[in-house]
T-cell receptor
């Protein structure tokens, strides 16, 4: 079945450093969504990417969808302690089902 | 708009009892809802697809007799964990798709989740 992997699994950064998480799907995706989950909380929707090669920005966050629509990335510029949490990508292969990635847990050291 | 309400937000039950979790779309109709389970420090695993007026579709490895899903109306799906055991303790979260959104790329709307602890 479809698998969605993310790397790295964990990332510790100093506050102010940049952070990137990569998402790779075993199948071509119709679209991909990104979520952030704070410790003890529920996933919160961040953004959705649909088009091949699409790049979207939200303040310090930059999201990219690969040309082949099988991979995506989330880049955070100048991390802050409020960025702490686990970032998940979730891919849709055209069946309305979203398969979540394995997640990247970000820890920001002040 | 597009709010999904999940209830209860947390529940503690004794081993052997059953627990029902509700997922409601508050301002839209949802013919399809999805149920996920998340163990501590792990990803969300899709358990089943709930279809209004028909049987749910379960993912491989998910026991349909243990996790009963009912989607009797366009705004409500329920997940009942039957004869719960400590290993069923987890975070359960639902998501719903707006029936008016025919585009396959329309986003899903997630509930806040239910944290189940079985003692």
């Amino acid at each position: 079945g479809q698998q969605v992997m993310q790397i790295p699994q964990y990332q510790h950064v100093q506050e102010g450093e940049d952070f990137t998480t990569y998402c790779n799907s075993s199948t071509t995706l119709s679209n991909i969504q990104w979520y952030k989950q704070r410790p003890g909380g529920h996933p919160v929707f961040l953004i959705q990417l649909v088009k091949s090669g699409e790049v979207k920005k939200q303040k310090r966050l930059t999201f990219q969808f690969g040309e082949a629509k099988k991979n995506s990335s989330l880049h955070i510029t100048a991390t802050q302690t409020t960025d702490v949490g686990t970032y998940f990508c979730a891919g849709n292969s055209g069946t309305y089902k979203y398969i979540f990635g394995t997640g990247t847990r970000l820890k920001v050291l002040a | 708009g597009a709010v999904v309400s999940q209830h209860p937000s947390w529940v503690i039950c004794k081993s052997g009892t059953s627990v029902k979790i509700e997922c409601r779309s508050l301002d839209f109709q949802a013919t399809t809802m999805f149920w996920y389970r998340q163990f501590p420090k792990q990803s969300l695993m899709l358990m089943a697809t709930s279809n209004e007026g028909s049987k749910a579709t379960y993912e491989q490895g998910v026991e349909k007799d243990k996790f009963l899903i009912n989607h009797a109306s366009l705004t409500l799906s329920t997940l009942t964990v039957t004869s719960a055991h400590p290993e069923d303790s987890s975070f359960y979260i639902c998501s719903a798709k707006d029936s008016r959104a025919f585009d396959i790329n329309s986003p899903l709307h997630f509930g806040n989740g239910t944290r189940l602890t079985v003692t």
